[in-house]
């Protein structure tokens, strides 16, 4: 287990908004009696959310990638679809991210009862998981699914209402979480081996898997009544979330991890005797991963109750009474630049785009335009709050735009940046950022969204890159001097790639 290597990822995306913090608690927002928890909690979530991860990679991701693989070869469609979306269900019920949204959702709005809004979230998921797998065999293409279902998104979210409809979108970037997304794309990978496109049509699950929440939010709206979720209270001044003590969040967070994270170990002990036959030794690995990750999402959690869900209201409070609203837009702008440049999956996607392209697109580019695009999403976050404005119109227009982007950029291209959108709407936006949010808005109706306005910019900013990716192949292709290299090698090596990556899958759930 990787415990090291991923204590220096999550340090990485933690300090940041550590210091940034601390400069505010010296200058302009003094926390006073909050710093203490502020801080406290931010070793346990760095604890917590390492432990976490590296329990996932021998825990949840050897199950997506065998799990995949020999469903596909069971050829039984139904079995998929079955097993798909238990496993899909379970892994969302218990995704850390999910359970922080639903708190604080609950929070601001106590007649939505968290758990149900989990189970509905999670409903969600597994549905759409079996609509993604499903894409992948018949072999279809992934801009008309996604044209199709989010013009149907469209249509739902404007009779559910903008405070329903932002709460619904947070919850699509929530899903993608940092136990969800390792199981899907290992998922999609064994299931996409299996089949004559390869690696190419593994991507696109994840985003497609992350329409259901939105729907599924979205319905739950309608029909319990629109207007319930602008019925919200009011933040006090200097509210903060630490009024248990530590020992007493940390109970409370394993009692509620329990319930989550209960049947998704049943239905691995099950499948583990039905479908997957790991040898004893792998298996009992697998196990040990598993409860690495349960001590770590009670430890993460018991940090962002402790200390970082109040420390963002209160800072959000604090700037927005005391300061113009263009301060408020500029240290927004500062925290979405450094929650996408610190968060470890955004450094993923960096290199796998990069691969597939062979070097011709820089990940220093990647980075650059992830930065612009999630600093943006965070400043319009802040905008929108601050002037309350329909949070339908930016998604209306920022989903719009990203689904005409997919008439011009590569389908590679199209399927990584809806892969992406969970990517720089991790554990930093669900706990700090969102709370921050609230603290400015004071309530539901104009607090939630920010997460969903993050998962939106990254399907507009690879897709840009896949087009500058596609000119610049077009350039190749009439380049005979000067050491360009041929589009077709590089399509080449985009798809040997694949086929390596493809064939170290089968065999890596093949051992024996």
């Known amino acids: 287990m990787d415990f090291v290597g991923k204590l220096k990822e999550t340090l990485y ?45 021998i825990g949840m991701v050897p199950i997506g990638e065998k799990l995949g693989y020999v469903l596909a070869h069971k050829r039984s469609t139904v079995l998929m679809l079955v097993i798909g979306f238990i496993v899909g269900f379970c892994v ?10 639903a708190s604080q959702v609950h929070s601001l709005n106590p007649s939505i009862n968290q758990q149900f809004l989990v189970f509905m979230i999670a409903l ?31 249509v739902l979210v404007a009779f559910a209402g903008q405070s329903m409809a932002s709460i619904a979108f947070d919850a699509s970037g929530a899903t993608t979480g940092p136990l969800a997304v390792p199981f899907l794309l290992a998922l999609g990978l064994g299931v996409s081996s299996a089949t004559k496109d390869g690696q190419d049509s593994s991507f696109g699950l994840t985003g497609v898997a992350s329409i259901g929440p939105i729907l599924a939010v979205a319905l739950m709206a309608i029909f319990a009544g629109r207007g319930g ?20 969040v940390m109970l409370e967070k394993i009692k509620t991890t329990a319930i989550g994270f209960g049947p998704l170990a049943a239905i691995i002990i099950i499948l583990q005797f039905a479908l997957l036959h790991f040898p004893t030794v792998k298996f009992r690995k697998i196990i040990f991963g598993i409860v690495y990750s349960f001590v770590g999402i009670v430890v993460f959690l018991t940090g962002v109750d402790y200390g970082f869900v109040g420390v963002g209201r ?6 927005s009474a005391n300061y113009s609203p263009v301060v408020v837009v500029g240290l927004a702008l500062v925290f979405g630049g450094i929650v996408v440049c610190a968060e ?12 597939v392209t ?7 580019l990647v980075m650059m335009f992830l930065c612009i695009g999630v600093a943006g999403a965070v400043a319009l976050a802040m905008v929108r709050i601050l002037f309350e404005i329909n949070y339908l119109w930016f998604v209306f227009i920022g989903v719009g735009l990203a689904l005409v982007l997919t008439l011009f950029s590569p389908p590679l291209f199209t399927g990584i940046a809806f892969d992406s959108g969970g990517v720089a709407s991790g554990p930093m936006s669900t706990t700090f950022l969102l709370s921050f949010a609230l603290g400015v808005s004071g309530s539901a109706e104009l607090g939630f969204g920010l997460v969903g306005l993050i998962a939106i910019s990254p399907l507009i900013a690879i897709q840009i890159l896949g087009i500058i990716f596609r000119v610049k192949e077009k350039k190749g292709r009439g380049s005979t001097a000067g050491g360009d290299v ?12 694949g086929a390596v990556a493809a064939k170290e899958a089968k065999n890596a759930v093949s051992e024996k």
């Open 13 to 57: 995306s933690v300090l940041p908004i550590v210091g940034v913090v601390l400069v505010l608690n010296f200058t302009i927002a003094p926390l006073g009696e909050s710093l203490a928890p502020f801080l406290l909690g931010a070793v346990f979530l760095v604890l917590g959310l390492s432990l976490f991860l590296a329990g996932t990679d």
């Open 92 to 101: 969302t019920f218990a995704e850390p991210d999910v359970s922080v949204l």
């Open 124 to 154: 969600g998921l597994g549905v759409f998981v079996d609509i993604g797998l499903l894409r992948i065999l018949k072999r279809l293409p992934l801009k008309w699914v996604l044209m199709v279902f989010y013009v149907i998104v469209f």
């Open 229 to 248: 979720a602008g019925e919200s209270a009011s933040l006090a001044s200097g509210e903060t979330a630490h009024a248990l003590s530590l020992w007493g």
């Open 314 to 319: 209160q800072l959000g409070q604090m700037i």
């Open 344 to 355: 470890p999956a955004v450094w993923v996607l960096k290199n796998q785009v990069e691969t």
């Open 358 to 364: 062979a070097g011709r697109i820089k990940g220093s």
């Open 486 to 497: 041929p589009s077709g090698a590089v399509a080449s090596g985009a798809v040997a790639s």
